[in-house]
Structures are given as structure tokens and as C-alpha cells.
């Protein structure tokens, strides 16, 4: 795998996409040579060619990303694949047809488009088929040994099951007795003292250690001497965030904290991202300025009350701050009912606010929050006083939310549902701890840019 803007992606992923790109241009390229009425020399040297083409090329790589056909390798259905491809291509014809009005220099002519676009849709879906048999079942798969049957190490079991891109494998595992329901850990390969022998009788690529009691169970004398033949040993922990994202907190102790070495943020990185979070605030104003103003007048159009909603959030250090939003509830919604989640088709919700809320419109006086220097673009959700002193003492490490500035989006918000139930808010809190531990400018771009995709296709808004 290759670790990129400090998240983990799948060299498959990573193989597949490149390919594709080769593939996409060199088609539309190719065509151009299927004609005899002029030189495609000439045209891709000297006219613009070869520019033209690599603007479709993005169009349609960027139209897959957005159909997750970069992040679901696995072919289910052949008919929804083509359906895929057509919808992407047609997107593609969309956006040339803008450009033909608007700037017509960057088009493609009729023909190559269409032949060109006929080509993809006859050779990438078959070769995603191909590439797709040839990741899960040809290729050198990772084999993993599990020593220890926790919820943590059936958990990440599951895990390698659904990110099988990933390339891992289970070969079964060690525990002083045998699950009654072993699932997608596999078979029961006897107990931890014998991980010496089933190492070299099975040659795994990693051990993954995820034993819930180790005092008296743990072999580490034959740990060790595995470790000093050169097998890879580690915690099941990091294996399962490198696979799902997360931060597992049944595993979590305090010392792994205290004594991580790159747990985020490191000095002048909060100073950095406030600076270039402005920066964006600013950028962001500027442009929804008029989308602001029409949501302004709506709101206050269509229900009685102010159109900007202010509540007391917790921020960076537990500090509290008054975060802003259009409003998308009755005045007064909980007058009656107190300070309450928010649910799926929650009656408090105007029938305009559901639209704000699905568009993520009534987030943008955030950015105001931004200018002040109380949010970041990115960072974990601020939550509300009263559910923060709630959560800190139901959830291990809840409080460790606010060593970072809150953000309008978050790691948690692009890969986690939004949730109302408490076992929702441990995952994301999972989330929020890996994007602590990790933090860098480069992961924010990277769930900036992702965060478009959520927006785009109205995932997590409620």
C-alpha cells in the first residue's frame, strides 16, 4: 500500500488509476488516427490536441471518482458497471457541450468525442473486470495471523473482508479456546503458545497481536524469537487503522498516546492552519457571497424568525465559542424538548431547511467562525456544551476532540453517516482521534477535496 496525505491507499487503487489514465487518453488519442481527412500529428503537436484531450480524460477520471469506482474495486454487477460508465461519459458530453459556449478552444471535435467515448465504453468496463479478477484472486495476497480472537481482531478481520483492495488475507487464528462464531477471522489454529510452530508451518506475512488478557497468555519469548528471524509482528491496532481510518478505543490506553511519536498537533501546526484556513474563509466568502445572501432571504420568507442561527459550541482547549448557521428549525424548537439531537426526518426541520441542510448551505456562515479565528476548515465537529459534559463521561478520551481547532468538515464527516445514537459517536470519535494522530496540512486538502464528493452526492447531511 502507499501512504499518501497520510492516509492509507491501496496500491491497486493507486495501479488502477494510473493505468486508466493511460488507457483513457491513449484512446481518445488513438481514433483521431482512424481518420483520413487531416493529420492527428498536427492536431495533437500543434493545435491543442493533445490538451483538448487531456481535459476529457480528467472529466471522465474525475466522473469515476465521484461514482466511487476508485474506491469499490469489486465488480458486483456488470450491468450497474456499464450503467456507471454510461452515466460518466454522459457527464463528460455534458461538460464538453458547456465548453463549446464557453470556452471552445478546450472541446474536442463531434466525431473524436463520440468514437473516442464509443471506445471507453467498449474497453474500460471489460478491463475493469480483468483488473478486478486479477486484484482479488490472481495476485499475491497478504496473509495475516491472528494472535487472539478480540472484538478488535474480528473487527479488523471483517475489515480486511470489505477492503479487500487492501490485499490481506487471514490464515485463522490463536486463542486459548475456539469462538462459537468465528466469522471472517477463520479457523481456530489452537492456543498462543503454539504461534511459533504455526508460524513456520504457515509463513504468514504479518502476526497481528490482539489478545484482550496477555498477562500469563502472552508468548513473548517466542515473540522475540520470531521477531529475530524477521517476522513482521504488530499490534492489530495499526493494522486496523490502516484499514478502516480509525482509531480502535477498545484497545486505546493512555500510553499509546503519551508515547505516540507522531501524534498530531505538532507546535506551529494549529498557527499554520488557522492561516491558511482564513485564507480559504476568505476565498470562500467571497464566492458564495451571492448563495448566502438568496438562503438569507429564504429563510426568513419561509418561516418566522431570524435567518442566522447562533449556539454556544466547545472549541479548540474547551473554550466556548457562538458558531453560526442558517437557520433550518422553527424558532423555538426546543423550548419544549431541551437540547436534543438531531434526527432523520426530524419534525423540527423546516421543509426549506431540509434543503439547506442536504446542500450543506446552512453551514456557510461558518466561515465567519473561520475569519475569527474560533473554527478551521477542517477538524473535528464542535458539539454543544451540554453533550460534551454528557459524552466526556460515557466515552473514554472524548475530550481529546478539542487539542485541535473544530472544522466546518472533518475526517469523521466524509466517512461516517451522520449519527445519533451513542454508539455512532464512538466511531466518530474514532475518526476525530485518527485525524489527531495524523494532522498535517496535507490530509486537510485531501478531506477538503473528498468533502466536495460528500456535498456533491448529499452524503451525511441530515
Known amino acids: 500500500m502507499i501512504r499518501l496525505f497520510r492516509v492509507f491507499i491501496p496500491t491497486s487503487v493507486v495501479g488502477l488509476l494510473l493505468i486508466e489514465t493511460v488507457l483513457i487518453f491513449g484512446l481518445y488519442s488513438a481514433v483521431l488516427f482512424l481518420r483520413n481527412d487531416f493529420s492527428a500529428e498536427i492536431y495533437l503537436l500543434y493545435e491543442g490536441g493533445f490538451g483538448r484531450v487531456a481535459i476529457v480524460t480528467a472529466s471522465i477520471l474525475l466522473g469515476l471518482y465521484f461514482n466511487d469506482l476508485y474506491s469499490k474495486l469489486w465488480v458486483r454487477s456488470r450491468v450497474e458497471l456499464m450503467q456507471q460508465f454510461c452515466l460518466v461519459l454522459g457527464l463528460a458530453f455534458l461538460l464538453q457541450a458547456l465548453f463549446a459556449y464557453a470556452a471552445k478552444p478546450l472541446t474536442v471535435g463531434r466525431w473524436h468525442m463520440i468514437v473516442g467515448s464509443a471506445a471507453i465504453l467498449f474497453v474500460l468496463p ?71 510452530r504455526i508460524w513456520a508451518q504457515l509463513k504468514p506475512d ?73 485564507l480559504i474563509a476568505a476565498a470562500g466568502v ?46 423555538d424548537a426546543e423550548s419544549r424538548t431541551g437540547a436534543v439531537w438531531a434526527t432523520r426526518d426530524d419534525p423540527r426541520i423546516t421543509p426549506l431547511g431540509r434543503w439547506l441542510r442536504r446542500l450543506r448551505i446552512d453551514e456557510l456562515p461558518q466561515f465567519f467562525n473561520v475569519l475569527k479565528g474560533e473554527m478551521a476548515i477542517v477538524g473535528p465537529r464542535p458539539e454543544r456544551p451540554e453533550f460534551v459534559a454528557a459524552l466526556s463521561e460515557k466515552i473514554p478520551f472524548y475530550g481529546r476532540r478539542h487539542s485541535v ?24 470519535l474514532e475518526y476525530d482521534l485518527y485525524y489527531i494522530k495524523h494532522m498535517s496540512m496535507s490530509l486537510d486538502f485531501y478531506i477538503m477535496f473528498q468533502t466536495v464528493k460528500v456535498m456533491l452526492l448529499s452524503r451525511g447531511a441530515q
Open 206 to 278: 504479518l502476526v497481528a497481536v490482539g489478545m484482550e488478557e496477555r498477562r500469563a497468555q502472552l508468548p513473548v519469548a517466542q515473540l522475540l524469537d520470531l521477531r529475530m528471524m524477521s517476522a513482521r509482528i504488530d499490534e492489530v491496532s495499526a493494522l486496523f487503522e490502516t484499514l478502516t481510518g480509525r482509531v480502535p478505543l477498545k484497545t486505546l490506553r493512555p500510553s499509546s498516546l503519551i508515547f505516540s511519536s507522531d501524534l498530531g498537533p505538532h507546535p506551529g501546526q494549529i498557527r499554520r492552519q488557522i492561516l491558511y484556513s482564513q
Open 126 to 196: 471489460q478491463f475493469r473486470i480483468a483488473y478486478s479478477h486479477l486484484v482479488f484472486e490472481v495476485l499475491y495476497r497478504r496473509k495475516v495471523l491472528f494472535l487472539g480472537s478480540s472484538a478488535v481482531s474480528r473487527m479488523t478481520a471483517a475489515a480486511m473482508v470489505r477492503r479487500r483492495e487492501f490485499g490481506f488475507d487471514t490464515l485463522g487464528y490463536l486463542a486459548p479456546a475456539p469462538l462459537d462464531e468465528p466469522g471472517a477471522i477463520g479457523p481456530w489454529l489452537g492456543p498462543p503458545s503454539d504461534v511459533k
Open 286 to 331: 467571497a464566492l458564495t457571497l451571492p448563495v448566502m445572501v438568496l438562503a438569507w432571504l429564504a429563510v426568513r420568507l419561509t418561516s418566522r424568525g431570524p435567518a442566522i442561527y447562533s449556539q454556544r459550541r466547545v472549541g479548540l482547549r474547551g473554550r466556548e465559542f457562538k458558531v453560526h448557521k442558517f437557520r433550518s428549525m422553527y424558532m
Open 405 to 428: 481547532m473544530p472544522g466546518i468538515t472533518g475526517w469523521a464527516q466524509i466517512n461516517f453517516k451522520y449519527g445519533d445514537f451513542l454508539e455512532d459517536t464512538v466511531s466518530k
